[in-house]
């Protein structure tokens, strides 16, 4: 089946270290985003790209870095410069910017 | 900058009731609005997109109508069933920004 996938389910980090969250797509998609879930609120735009090799910052990038090497993957490395990563991350995609995106079942990010 | 508002954070209604969610947008200058659905711990699902120039759109038991000139939208859900409850979400693309903008949602339990 075709769809967009997150991994892990759940994540915990440790105070200092480097977490990388997964998205992988199979929908021939150009466009994939990242988006920031806090409790009772609505998402708000980490990063986006809308091609390979492409990458844009959304509202709230501080402490984050992504990378777009190959049209499947759009990996969401959440770095220690982020001070409260604790959230549910939504990875979604698009056909082209503008489209309905279509999203994954998120990861829930915690601290130790 | 743009801002979505969505009032009732949380309803409760009986089985059966026909019910009205309702969303606001501070910028009328939108490219088109979608209402999603997320079940708890999961990702969000599309249930209906309104172009800038269309007034509703009609899928199933759902109903969504849009007022550019208001700055709002309503989710019409007829004859609701438990299978219903979940966070309803409006989001809004700006003509310019062409990003969504989420508001944080309507938490719905539909009671058996």
């Known amino acids: 089946d075709g769809g967009i996938t997150q991994s892990p389910k759940y994540l915990f980090r440790k105070e200092g270290q480097n977490v990388t969250l997964s998205c992988e797509q199979n929908?021939?998609?150009?466009?994939m985003y990242w988006y920031r879930q806090d409790p009772g609120q609505g998402l708000r735009l980490i990063y986006y790209s809308q091609i390979v090799n492409d990458f844009q910052k959304g509202d709230i990038a501080e402490g984050y870095s992504v990378s777009r090497e190959k049209k499947e993957s759009f990996p969401l490395t959440v770095t220690s410069a982020q001070k409260n990563p604790t959230a549910f991350y939504l990875c979604a995609s698009s056909i082209v910017r503008n489209q309905p995106q279509h999203f994954g079942d998120g990861t829930r990010l915690s601290i130790l | 900058k743009q801002e979505v508002t969505q009032i009732p954070a949380a309803l409760s209604v009986p089985e059966g009731e026909n019910l009205v969610l309702n969303c606001s947008f501070t910028?009328?200058?939108?490219?088109?609005l979608q209402w999603f659905r997320q079940d708890p711990g999961k990702g969000l699902t599309s249930l209906l997109l309104i172009q800038s120039s269309q007034r509703e759109q009609t899928s199933g038991r759902l109903n969504a109508s849009l007022d550019k000139s208001s700055g709002r939208s309503t989710l019409y859900i007829a004859a609701s069933q438990p299978g219903d409850s979940a966070t309803y979400l409006c989001a809004v693309t700006l003509g310019s920004a062409r990003q969504l903008t989420f508001g944080s949602g309507t938490q719905l339990t539909v009671l058996p």
């Open positions: 910028d009328s200058a939108i490219y088109n």
């Open positions: 929908l021939n998609h150009d466009a």
